[in-house]
């Protein structure tokens, strides 16, 4: 049987051969109800026979229409694409893909249609027997350690699903991986991280860097009273890392503490002001940091009203220039209103 999608060789162009892959394995930790192998044989001519089984399992024949999908509700991706462009790309790329499965055996191939135009179609033929579902094609030796790092399945260290939300890979710094699965390179992030759930779209590769950056700052606000924790983060801090860019939404008031503490032993007891404040003393920090340190309590911070020509301190100098030798009831007052403002904070 011959299936026809239409795809020409220019479809995903920007998509590669390990991109393909990714998308086969995908599939196999999407199939929460079986297991699934990944393996790597011996180099023979310069190129690598690697196989993706998935044990006890067969693959219906609905699922080689474009938009129907056997994967869970929340699932990475669900959109019925996965395998057919993992096929085409790797048949694109002359990686010579084959898919076994119950009696059939699948090849794919760019063939012209009524337009004139080689677009990809995958055959369907008679094959041996087979009670599991089997991917197996070519792939050049000297790409391996690549497919290793970006699909750590087939490595000898694999990342797996996160334990938690998200997990943070220090070995493995600004990679970003969703569920062991390479994603991006992000070179604001100080350190890699693992990630149970991100949407992707149906590119795969577009995260959101508000969304990471979101859940890698919950992630290390939980862990701000650990032993170093408040330190790792101040320096990530001060660096403008996007690890921890939006901590002071998720910080309690402890982790703020602890937070402070790191600041003090690393600055001293000084007074902190906002990185764009024009008071001419105490010390700049950006936004992030100063509104966890004035959270905390524990540091002494400058006020809004220091602010040069804020109507504090246009009142002050007028007292200063104009006041009455003796002080009238009005005036008085004015100075009364000085010293209270004084304990306002920001």
């Known amino acids: 049987m011959k299936i026809d999608y239409n795809m020409t060789r220019a479809y995903r162009a920007h998509w590669d051969k390990i991109d393909a892959v990714r998308e086969l394995v995908q599939n196999c930790i999407d199939n929460h109800n079986c297991r699934s192998t990944f393996e790597i044989e011996p180099s023979v001519n310069g190129r690598v026979l690697v196989t993706v089984t998935t044990k006890g399992f067969t693959l219906p024949r609905k699922v080689f229409a474009l938009g129907v999908s056997e994967k869970p509700d929340g699932a990475i991706g ?9 096929m085409m790309i790797l048949t694109r790329d002359g990686l010579e893909p084959v898919i076994r499965f119950d009696k059939q055996t699948v090849i794919g191939s760019f063939t012209p249609n009524q337009l004139e135009l080689n677009t990809f179609h995958m055959f369907l033929n008679v094959g041996n027997p087979c009670e599991d579902t089997i991917f197996h094609f070519f792939f050049p030796e000297d790409e391996i350690d690549e497919l290793k790092r970006r699909v750590p399945v087939f490595s000898d260290h694999p990342i797996g699903r996160p334990k938690h939300a998200v997990d943070v890979l220090t070995r493995r710094p600004r990679e970003i991986f969703i569920q062991g699965l390479w994603v991006c390179d992000i070179e604001q992030f100080k350190h890699g991280y693992n990630f149970e ?7 795969r590769k577009i995260a959101s860097s508000f969304g990471m ?10 862990k701000l009273t650990s032993v170093g924790v408040a330190h790792e983060v101040l320096n990530m801090l001060e660096d403008e890392m996007l690890d921890v860019c939006h901590i002071d939404s998720h910080a309690t008031k402890d982790g703020c503490k602890a937070l402070a503490k790191a600041f003090h032993d690393k600055f001293g007891k000084v007074t902190i002001k906002s990185l764009y404040s024009q008071v001419g003393f105490g010390q700049s920090v950006g936004s992030t940091l100063y509104t966890c340190l004035a959270k905390s309590g524990a540091v002494e911070i400058t006020n809004s009203w220091q602010e040069p020509n804020t109507p504090f301190k246009q009142l002050e100098r007028m007292m200063a220039e104009h006041g009455p030798k003796r002080p009238t009831r009005l005036s ?15």
Do not use: N, P, Q, Y
Request: charge should be positive.
């Open 78 to 86: 669900g959109f019925g694409e996965g395998f057919k462009l993992a």
């Open 213 to 222: 950056s979101w859940e890698t700052s919950r992630m290390w606000a939980k």
């Open 197 to 203: 759930r991100l949407d992707l779209g149906t590119d």
């Open 332 to 346: 008085k007052a004015v100075v009364g209103m000085l010293d209270t403002s004084k304990k306002w904070r920001k």
